[in-house]
C-alpha cells in the first residue's frame, strides 16, 4: 500500500485519545511505538469493512 499525502495528513491530526501503544507478538508493549484506526472520508470508496491501521514510532539509531 501507498501512503499518500491524505493519508499522511490524517496521521498527523490524528488526536492523542486515537493512539493505542503497539504491543509485541509476547504480550508486552513496543516501546515508543502506537497504533490507531483512521476513519472517515479518507475510506471513500474503499471496499465495505476494510479497515486502515496505522503505526507510528520513534526512529531507532542504527546498530553499529
Not at 46 to 60: A, Q
Amino acid at each position: 500500500m501507498t501512503v499518500t499525502e491524505a493519508i499522511h495528513e490524517h496521521v498527523l491530526q490524528a488526536p492523542v485519545s486515537a493512539w493505542t501503544p503497539a504491543v509485541e507478538t509476547d504480550g508486552e508493549a513496543r516501546d515508543w511505538a502506537w497504533v490507531a484506526e483512521l476513519t472517515g472520508k479518507l475510506l471513500d470508496g474503499w471496499p465495505k469493512g476494510m479497515r486502515l491501521i496505522v503505526r507510528r514510532e520513534r526512529p531507532t539509531p542504527a546498530p553499529s
